[in-house]
């Protein structure tokens, strides 16, 4: 079975820095998609950002890239000149089979 | 904004009864799937809905059950609720071409909170 994990239950940033979310899974399967999802107060999950995994590009959306490492099975996500309208839950999410197998999430919170 | 609406937005019910939540999905899109968030988790694959057919579930009892009518909303009922069953409730739409493997994206409804008291 699938499993992803997100080590950091908590991070915090300066307004305008960058900081880095990591995210880990396992899967014996070569071809499959990853996620990070993003979770505001208002509980509604909103894609950040998609990464396909035959692709060795990192995916990158304005402000948002990835670091995918297939070999150690590893996508963390970076956020670029963070905003106040950051601040949220961010969960990384590995699909397979029709289902996503989401981690526990990291609480981002932004400093101003 | 998604497109996809779910209804209630919060519910209360006691231990031992029943609930329906309700899902419209995206125009144009033909599968949905419900998830289940409890408190401080992430959210757990609860199963998934195409062409008004169950195409996958998670590791959840039968007393959770659902629905897909023509128009591709859905409904997800739970019996016998128990006091664990307290959680966010996630509907998500996407677009899935003769059963394959869903490579779209999923787009998530603000979900209904269900408190079992």
């Known amino acids: 079975a699938q499993t992803v994990t997100q080590s950091q239950p908590e991070m915090s940033v300066q307004e305008a820095e960058t900081v880095t979310l990591s995210c880990t899974y396992d899967t014996s399967e070569s071809d499959y998609y990853l996620f990070w999802y993003k979770q505001p107060p208002s509980r509604q999950m909103i894609l950040v950002i998609r990464q396909e995994a035959y692709k060795q590009q990192n995916a990158t959306e304005n402000r948002f890239s990835v670091n995918f490492q297939k070999a150690a099975k590893s996508f963390s996500l970076k956020i670029s000149d963070s905003q106040l309208g950051d601040a949220a839950m961010y969960f990384c999410?590995?699909?397979?089979?029709?289902?996503?197998?989401f981690g526990q999430g990291t609480r981002l919170t932004i400093n101003p | 904004e998604t497109g996809v609406t779910q209804s209630p937005t919060h519910l209360i019910k006691t231990r031992g009864q029943q609930v329906t939540l309700r899902c419209s999905s995206q125009?144009?899109?033909?599968?949905v799937s419900w998830y289940q968030q409890a408190l401080g988790q992430g959210p757990q694959f609860i199963f998934q809905y195409y062409r008004e057919e169950e195409n996958g579930r998670g590791n959840f009892p039968p007393r959770f059950s659902g629905l897909q009518f023509p128009n591709y909303s859905s409904e997800l009922n739970v019996n016998a609720l128990e006091l664990d069953d307290s959680a966010l409730y996630l509907c998500a739409s996407s677009l899935m071409f003769g059963g394959a493997r869903a490579k779209n994206i999923q787009y998530f409804g603000a979900g209904t909170r269900l408190s079992v008291l």
């Open positions: 125009s144009g899109h033909n599968t």
């Open positions: 999410a590995y699909e397979g089979a029709q289902k996503l197998v």
